[in-house]
């Protein structure tokens, strides 16, 4: 099995920028798609978005399509979510997960992945 860990996350003024880092456990990595989720306080589970197995294609939500960028080096076992343009409803604990059903990007979020990371928290303040 895969194990996801979170890192990257802070405080950070709204107009900036973070880069959040999904390190995985494990050789099957790379035949995983993966995607970053978010939570906010007292808020539903939010798809943020999702990259293909060999990172060549992506998918995000409108929320933050055109401002956040997902990429992986695989041979780091690495995903990463640049995150610029910061809104103050950004905030929220961002999580990776990994999914290894092949179905389309654009369904991860509303499928029920089976690996997700500890997550780390992200803050914008206004």
């Known amino acids: 099995q895969v194990q996801l860990v979170e890192s990257g996350g802070g405080l950070v003024q709204a107009g900036g920028s973070l880069r959040l880092s999904c390190v995985a456990s494990?050789?099957?990595?790379?035949?995983?798609?993966m995607g970053w989720f978010r939570q906010a306080p007292g808020k539903e589970r939010e798809f943020v978005g999702s990259?293909?197995?060999?990172?060549?294609?992506?998918y995000y939500a409108d929320s933050v399509k055109g401002r956040f960028t997902i990429s992986r080096d695989n041979a780091k076992n690495t995903v990463y979510l640049q995150m610029n343009s910061l809104k103050p409803e950004d905030t929220a604990v961002y999580y990776c997960?990994?999914?290894?059903?092949?179905?389309?990007?654009?369904?991860?979020?509303?499928?029920?992945?089976?690996?997700w990371g500890q997550g780390t928290l992200v803050t914008v303040s206004s």
């Open positions: 494990g050789r099957t990595f790379s035949s995983y798609a």
């Open positions: 997960a990994a999914d290894d059903t092949w179905e389309p990007l654009a369904t991860m979020g509303s499928r029920d992945l089976e690996v």
């Open positions: 990259i293909s197995w060999a990172g060549y294609s992506t």
